[in-house]
Nanobody, 124 residues
């Protein structure tokens, strides 16, 4: 089992930046891919970004490409999401995900482990 704890969410004005962190604990010896999904009120959960265990492969949703950057520090079992040029439509609960298959899938079913989520609110 892997436990994921997100931090760094909050309220920011449009055009601002936030950095989310996700710390993994538990059975972290495997080569886990990690990533982020988000869910806005009344909408389905959607893929945001993912990164492979090595960090050499990443996948971004088109809506965040060029504004968000994912990175990881395997020594700390932590993944980061730097979010710049935030827009009101980025408002959502952001969920950290991890999966031992390391496929950096863009679908919900591709991830075994989910954090509790952290709220990001972007005001206009």
């Amino acid at each position: 089992q892997v436990q994921l704890v997100e931090s760094g969410g909050g309220l920011v004005q449009a055009g601002g930046s936030l950095r989310l962190s996700c710390a993994a604990s538990g059975r972290t010896q495997s080569s886990y891919g990690m990533g982020w999904f988000r869910q806005a009120p009344g909408k389905e959960r959607e893929f945001v970004v993912a990164i492979s265990w090595s960090g050499r492969s990443t996948r971004y949703a088109g809506s965040v490409k060029g504004r968000f950057t994912i990175s990881r520090d395997n020594a700390k079992n932590t993944v980061y999401l730097q979010m710049n040029s935030l827009k009101p439509e980025d408002t959502a609960v952001y969920y950290c995900v991890a999966d031992a298959r390391n496929t950096i899938s863009a679908v919900v079913a591709g991830w075994d482990y989910w954090g509790q989520g952290t709220q990001v609110t972007v005001s206009s």
